[in-house]
């Protein structure tokens, strides 16, 4: 079993950040339930991918940092896991729900304000105003609000999303020597998109609790009972169509394209 490639993940999730950031934002946008214009759901797509992109850079680089370590970390901590001894389903799920759980608390402030930021009617245009105003008024705790909840996402997203990687690069029969490298980079890709939707499938109960936690500043469970006496159980998979899509593409990608570079990287 080869190292990981740690240039080769953060490459990867650099690209997939930079492409996933419209979807988040529509993604963030459909869960909270803010009013942008468009109409429609084409036109709320539309309005996603449209100035101004507030938040940016603070987006991009949470998200390419906290992909990148979770999937280099989960596979680096996966490697010493089976060196030390280990069982196999101890060196599987250890690292990637250590390793997601730390990145969450590490990026819930940025989280927590480039969300808030996305709502138009929002008095603060940027992140580090967000923060700034966010701890001004409710306390530097509140920046960690929402936290359980984004715990209970991350976590068992990039768990089963590394579980499901895993598992089909041990069924996928691995390319024959000689063999086209179309072959390799269908493999990826299948290896990719599984991971990606299994991870996404399970996630939009608890982004939707967390958007709602950062915008009324709810504990969980009062979230909970509020959304399930105003909307019955139908909240459970509101935005669920921009979420499959934010968290899947990403997820795909940053796969697809780790296992890309580490290939091209050991073939040059």
């Known amino acids: 079993m080869q190292a990981p490639e740690a240039d080769c993940h953060f490459a990867a999730s650099l690209v997939a950040a930079f492409v996933n950031y419209p979807l988040w934002r529509a993604s963030a946008v459909a869960q909270s339930g803010f009013k942008v214009p468009g109409a429609g ?19 991009l680089g949470g998200m ?32 990637p729900m250590v390793i997601s759980t730390l990145v969450q ?45 984004g715990i209970l996402k991350t976590v068992p ?36 998109v599984a991971a990606g939707v299994a991870g996404a499938t399970i996630t939009n109960p608890f982004d939707i609790i967390r958007n709602e936690m950062f915008k009324t500043d709810e504990s969980l469970p009062q979230v ?11 909240w459970l998979w509101r935005g669920v169509d921009k979420n499959l899509v934010s968290v899947a593409i990403p997820i795909a990608m940053t796969i697809y394209l ?3 570079f580490t290939v091209m990287k050991r073939n040059h």
């Open 41 to 59: 759901v084409l036109g709320k797509w539309a309005a996603a991918f449209k100035p101004p992109w507030r938040g940016v850079g603070w987006v």
């Open 64 to 95: 390419t940092w906290a992909r990148a370590s979770i999937f280099y970390g989960s596979d680096a901590g996966k490697q010493l896991l089976v060196a030390a001894g280990a069982p196999p389903a101890i060196s599987m799920v250890v690292p």
């Open 105 to 149: 608390v590490a990026n819930q402030p940025i989280i927590r304000a480039s969300i808030t930021i996305q709502d138009p009617g929002s008095r603060w245009q940027t992140v580090s105003a967000a923060m700034h105003g966010i701890s001004e008024t409710r306390g530097l705790g509140a920046l960690w609000h929402g936290t359980s909840a």
């Open 157 to 192: 997203k990039y768990c089963v999303a590394v579980l499901v990687k895993d598992a089909m690069d041990e069924w996928l029969p691995k390319p024959a020597p000689g063999a086209p490298r179309s072959e390799g980079r269908l493999r990826s890709a299948k290896k990719a």
């Open 224 to 234: 909970c009972r509020r959304l399930s006496r105003d909307q019955g159980v139908r």
């Open 258 to 260: 780790a296992d890309l």
